[in-house]
């Protein structure tokens, strides 16, 4: 069974920095294209990162330059530096394996910065 756990979320000030961390196990982690998608209180999800199995990454253009994904094969983790948060960037981030909006997903952490 794919099963992705997030962590890593929790209150950050504008301007402030998290890091979120996404464990996978169930599948081939190393050939697996990774993304993190958010979603905010009544809003759609939306696409915030992904990372292909060369390491390739993407970004919304709205966080480019102020997160950064990054992965560890051998941990079977992918990663999330947000820095410079913005009040745009709360909500629950998701780790999702293939597909952004059709892949299996995580539970989500939670993302609060206050406006």
């Known amino acids: 069974e794919v099963q992705l756990v997030e962590s890593g979320g929790g209150l950050a000030q504008p301007g402030g920095s998290l890091k979120l961390s996404c464990v996978g196990s169930?599948?081939?982690?190393?050939?697996?294209?990774l993304n993190w998608v958010r979603q905010a209180p009544g809003k759609e999800p939306e696409w915030v990162s992904g990372?292909?199995?060369?390491?390739?990454?993407l970004y919304r253009h709205s966080v480019k330059g102020r997160f950064t994904i990054s992965r560890d094969n051998t941990k079977r983790t992918v990663y999330l530096q947000m820095n410079n948060l913005e009040s745009a960037d709360a909500g629950v981030y998701y780790c999702?394996?293939?597909?952004?909006?059709?892949?299996?997903r995580g539970q989500g952490t939670q993302v609060t910065v206050p406006s």
């Open positions: 169930g599948f081939t982690f190393r050939t697996a294209y």
């Open positions: 990372i292909n199995i060369d390491e390739s990454t």
């Open positions: 999702v394996k293939g597909v952004w909006n059709t892949g299996v």
